[in-house]
Every structure is written in C-alpha cells, then in structure tokens.
C-alpha cells in the first residue's frame, strides 16, 4: 500500500501496482504541462476530485520493500482516461 499526498492535508491510501502506474501517468502529463482531473475515493467517504497540474505539489509514498513492476497496459489505460474530458477515475476501496 502507499499513499498519494494532494497538499498538505489531503492524502489516500492506493495499492502500490495502481500508484506505480497513477505515477507513470503523472510524470507524462506533467511533463508535457497538461493538466487534468483525477477522482478517486476518499477517505471521509465518497469521491474526491482533484485538480493535478504542475503548479500543484503532489507526493507519492511506496511503503513496500521492493518496488512494484510498471503494467504498461494499465498504464496506456489510464492515459488514455487522463485525455479525456472527464479525466481520469480510480476505483478501489479505500
């Protein structure tokens, strides 16, 4: 498990083989300057919509002893979802 930090007050716990792969997604976007929508449980309940570009600091932390391996299919997935209008959603429990 490991956990995506959004500012200072805002963090979620994500399985680490989908956060690996939100942070493929991350450095391209942000790289090339693109911005999008990203929802996502929340851990007061319900979803959370968060607005990512380069102006806002996000932190990914990997808690496990080994890193997990990219899924290149998953990443091209959640690409594709991140061009879209509505962004790009994750489901989990949180």
Not at 32 to 58: D, N, T, Y
Request: proline fraction near 9%.
């Amino acid at each position: 498990m490991g956990r995506l930090i959004y500012r200072p007050d805002q963090t979620f716990d994500i399985d680490d083989t989908l956060l690996v792969a939100l942070r493929v997604v991350l450095m391209n976007k942000l790289r090339r300057r693109e911005g999008f929508m990203l929802h996502l449980p929340s851990p007061q309940g319900g979803r959370a919509s968060l607005w990512v570009s380069p102006h806002v600091p996000i932190v990914l932390q990997f808690y496990g002893r080994f890193p997990p391996r990219v899924d290149r299919a998953l990443v091209a997935e959640m690409m594709q979802e991140a061009s879209e209008p509505d962004g790009l959603t994750l489901f989990y429990e949180s």
